[in-house]
């Protein structure tokens, strides 16, 4: 390919760093505009020899590139660049994070997992099942054949005692807490801290107080929470989010005292338990008291947050509370994505769909890891064992806003550990790594330039 190589200009000092420049100047190029996707990018023989550097250099300049998604390296058709949106360096966000190049989003599932083809067996055969009075959307708790599975299968893989009557099927983690707020009205609610944002600020949307309680190694710190006036409480029993620990047996004893001791309810949230790797299965806390305990499980790690498909399992106390509310609200949940949804659960395919994607994320777990004891050694990485995220803590002194930043503009999406913390103030300086969408050759290419960005802080 030699003779035939196109030329490209690139401007490079040869006293320092060359294969640094040759990345900075092609992902600059490709981010500008300036090589348009689909370029054929000169051979690396023939740009070595241009710029006056070892064939080696641009080999492994090429490489970082391929790996980061500017470039792509065909057989036969030597190394192209790829379609890369322009100007990616705004600092991640939700919708940002469409231009990333290596995004670390935390909590996100792989939509390329997504069980197709068991979605579509399941949904033609829900079709040819559902009767009239189905397709009526009769039952505001949830379409009876789904709560028969979901009991079955909550009791087999989590421990929950579940009766098919005491479950409401709603549409995801967030809508079984709005449902849960509306019908404690006169409850003060606590909350984990750090935590996921969502229950305390619906709860502040509704100028509603809410107890921070602190989490340590053990999981909410129940003696803590005893000093609140809180009589419910929201909590990641199995995978504390964003910490990742699992909550004590002492400490799941002391809460579901609690409970009873204020006559009150714990609101857990199992978001993704089936996603654990090098530790025993953490049964659910409900199974220990439930009557205190709200159960809520959602889809949106198993299968995809779009789905917008969860369930709560509740107390005898409240299930009629609820179905009034949601009677006089959104109705019921779509009966042909239930019925959808029992099938998977019935057929087995919904645990096959587990079984695989375990394997998928524990390869790309154990790879992002492995990239943060060899680029990052600087800091610690936390909360592995289970779950779609890592979180690293940094150095102290390391100021996380301009490591986020810095980062996105290299393409790599990171997010602060502050994300989860109401109180911005104590939070030691983190990150919080997703790695359900990142392969383990991007979480090596991200933690890469994240080690670079932290040591040039
Ligand atoms: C801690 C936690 N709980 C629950 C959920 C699921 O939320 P939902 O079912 O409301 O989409 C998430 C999703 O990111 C989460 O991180």
Redesign the pocket.
């Known amino acids: 390919m030699g003779t035939t190589s196109p030329d490209l200009y690139l401007a490079v000092d040869r006293g320092r760093g060359v294969r640094a420049q040759v990345e900075a100047g092609i992902r600059a190029a490709v981010r500008g505009g300036r090589l348009a996707a689909g370029t054929r990018l000169p051979s690396t023989r023939a740009l070595a020899a241009d710029l006056g550097v070892t064939r080696r250099v641009v080999v492994e300049a090429y490489d970082q590139l391929v790996a980061e998604g500017y470039l792509s390296a065909r057989q036969g058709a030597g190394t192209v660049v790829n379609a890369v949106p322009r100007g990616a360096d705004a600092a991640p966000s939700a919708d940002a994070g469409r231009r990333l190049v290596v995004d670390f989003r935390p ?1 996100h599932p792989d939509p390329a997992l997504f069980p197709r083809a068991a979605w579509a067996r399941a949904s033609r055969a829900a079709c040819a099942g559902l009767g009239a009075a189905e397709l009526d959307g009769a039952d505001r708790r949830g379409l009876p054949a789904l709560r028969t599975a979901l009991a079955e299968y909550l009791g087999r893989v989590r421990g929950v005692d579940a009766h098919p009557d005491r479950i409401v099927v709603c549409s ?4 079984a807490v709005d449902l849960l707020v509306r019908v404690l009205p006169g409850y003060r609610f606590a909350v984990e801290e750090p935590g ?1 944002p ?1 229950p305390r600020n619906r709860l502040l949307r509704d100028g509603r107080r809410v107890d921070l309680v602190a989490v340590d190694g053990e999981g909410l710190i129940v003696d803590a929470l005893r000093r609140t006036t809180a009589r419910a409480v929201v909590v ?1 029993p199995a995978h504390q ?1 964003p910490t990742g620990v699992a909550m004590s047996p002492p400490r799941r004893s002391a809460l579901v005292a609690w409970a009873r001791d204020v006559d009150g309810y714990v609101v857990e ?1 199992d ?2 338990a089936e996603f654990r790797y090098d530790r025993r299965p953490v049964g659910a806390l409900q199974g220990l008291a439930p009557e205190r305990v709200v159960y809520c499980g ?1 889809t ?2 198993t299968l995809a ?1 779009g789905l917008r498909l ?1 369930w709560a399992v509740l107390p005898a106390a409240l299930v009629d509370e609820v179905v009034a509310l949601r009677a006089d609200t959104d109705g019921a949940t779509s009966t042909v994505l239930q019925a959808t949804f029992a099938q998977l659960l019935r057929s087995g395919d919904l645990d096959r769909h587990l079984r695989r994607s375990r394997r998928v994320y524990r390869a790309r777990r154990d790879a992002v890891v492995a990239a943060v004891h060899r680029w990052l050694p600087q800091a610690t990485v936390g909360g592995i064992a289970a779950g779609l995220n890592v979180v690293l803590t940094l150095p102290d002194g390391t100021d996380e806003q301009a490591v986020v930043a810095r980062a996105a503009e290299r393409g790599i999406g990171v997010y602060p550990h502050r994300w989860f913390t109401a109180d911005p103030g104590c939070a030691r300086p983190g990150l919080v790594l997703g790695y359900g969408t990142v392969t383990p050759e991007q979480a090596g290419q991200g933690v890469r330039v994240l080690g670079e960005v932290v040591a040039a802080r």
Do not use: Q
Request: hydrophobic share 25%.
């Open positions: 909590g995801s983690f967030g809508h996921y969502v990641t989010s949230d978001f993704d959602t949106a790690k947050s969860g």
